[in-house]
């Protein structure tokens, strides 16, 4: 199994960003995929989570309206694109597969990739 995020990278404040996350190894399409984000001293924060069809999704309100999920099961890929970008969201990303749960509930997750890094600053 595999989980490979890219995308990361520098970006200024008000810029976008869109994050990719390569999986391999399962059954794509039948797996939630959940971005989840650390910042460096901090807990890791869920972001948002798309279902398995991708017909549902859900954010975390630090992101709603800047931050959009997006799936292509054909493509076992999972996006994660960011606009409106703040010094807040500097974090390390890492995408999250889960067989059977969609929420927020990190200890949940079967699969994790290994993060990819974003800064926002001037």
């Known amino acids: 199994v595999q989980l490979v995020e890219s995308g990361g990278g520098l970006v200024q404040p008000g810029g976008s960003l869109r994050l990719s996350c390569a999986a391999s190894g399962f059954t794509f399409s039948s797996y939630v995929m959940s971005w989840v984000r650390q910042a460096p001293g901090k807990e890791r924060e869920f972001v948002g989570a798309i279902s398995w069809s991708g017909g549902s999704t859900t954010y975390a309100d630090s992101v709603k309206g800047r931050f959009t999920i997006s799936r292509d099961n054909a493509k076992n890929t999972v996006y994660l694109q960011m606009n409106s970008l703040k010094p807040e969201d500097t974090a390390v990303y890492y995408c999250?597969?889960?067989?059977?749960?969609?929420?927020?509930?990190?200890?949940?997750?079967?699969?994790w990739g290994q993060g990819t890094q974003v800064t926002v600053s001037s």
């Open positions: 999250a597969a889960a067989r059977a749960y969609y929420g927020r509930r990190q200890e949940e997750y079967n699969y």
